[in-house]
């Protein structure tokens, strides 16, 4: 029994120091093999690899996809006029050399991605000051994400390289500082009412002169009506007259009965109209005495 369990214990070391001595990497990743701290061998293939075990040798994995590494901060940049803007970058970039990129910057990519956080700003604000806001938001800010990328490149790949590419630079927002851009808001909507008012002084203006030309043909129309109207009454009063007079000519009688009647009518014209009279001595009520109403009869016999 003691054989058996010394057997198995022994499969079980061989087993552990097997692993220990196997590794995978991803077509994803570089495996990179140290030996007492130093670069031992850099794996770039996918695939199942072989090394010593610990601690003569380890392996640790650098990613070597395609990286983003986007602005961290707002941090107000100065252009040529001494304007106070913010940039919005991202850079896309990777790591081409494990080996200089662990000697020359670091064991992870946020080691990386934290100095060249620094060496892109530096490279923005200095392209920046060369510039005017106008040009920095123009077709000539593609100049500028290229004027960036050079300088960049430069550095990464300078006396001691970083073993990494820099794909691209671009800007994604370049806007004012928010004390800027509530001042130019503020300008723009003054502008913007003193645009409204004028347009409603003009409107108020046209408005008056539409309605002083309405009045205007309004009182010419009731004018020309009211002319037409005493021209056609006076013809019919003129008309009627005629007729009253040959008609009165015809027959005096009759035409005292009818004047007696407009003279009643124009006195009781009211209810509340009230005249003291004697009717048995007034000329003005003989039509309402028995005389009187033979008179008054007698035109109409004739």
Do not use: C
């Not at 073993?163 to 502008?191: L, Q």
């Amino acid at each position: 029994m003691n054989r058996i369990g010394f057997i198995v214990a022994s499969l079980l070391v061989a087993l552990a120091l097997l692993s220990s001595m196997l590794f995978v990497v991803d077509q994803r990743q570089f495996g990179v093999v140290y030996a007492f701290g130093q670069i031992k061998d850099v794996i770039t293939e996918p695939g199942l690899h072989f090394k010593l075990p610990p601690p003569l040798q380890n392996v640790s994995y650098i990613d070597k996809r395609l990286l983003t590494l986007d602005s961290p901060d707002t941090e107000p940049m100065l252009t040529l006029e001494k304007q106070r803007v913010v940039i919005d970058w991202y850079v896309r970039w990777r790591i081409t050399d494990p080996s200089q990129y662990i000697r020359n910057v670091g064991l992870d990519e946020a080691t990386g991605a934290n100095q060249l956080n620094r060496v892109v700003r530096n490279a923005f604000q200095e392209e920046i000051n060369r510039r005017t806001v106008r040009e920095l938001l123009s077709a000539r800010r593609e100049q500028l994400m290229n004027d960036v990328k050079r300088e960049v490149l430069e550095v990464v790949k300078g006396a001691k390289p970083w073993g990494v590419d820099v794909i691209d630079v671009r800007i994604t927002r370049a806007d004012y500082v928010d004390a800027i851009t509530e001042s130019v808001y503020r300008r723009m909507e003054a502008e913007r009412k003193r645009v409204a008012n004028e347009l409603r002084s003009t409107g108020g203006a046209e408005g008056e002169k539409i309605r002083a030309d309405a009045d205007r043909q309004r009182e010419v129309t009731i004018a020309n009506a009211y002319r037409d109207a005493q021209k056609i009454k006076g013809e019919g009063d003129a008309e009627a007259a005629a007729v009253y007079a040959e008609s009165f000519g015809r027959d005096p009688q009759f035409a005292q009965f009818y004047r007696s009647l407009e003279a009643y009518k124009q006195s009781f014209n009211k209810k509340s109209d009230v005249v003291v009279i004697d009717p048995a001595n007034s000329d003005f009520f003989r039509a309402f005495r028995g005389a009187g109403a033979g008179a008054a009869a007698a035109p109409a016999k004739k």
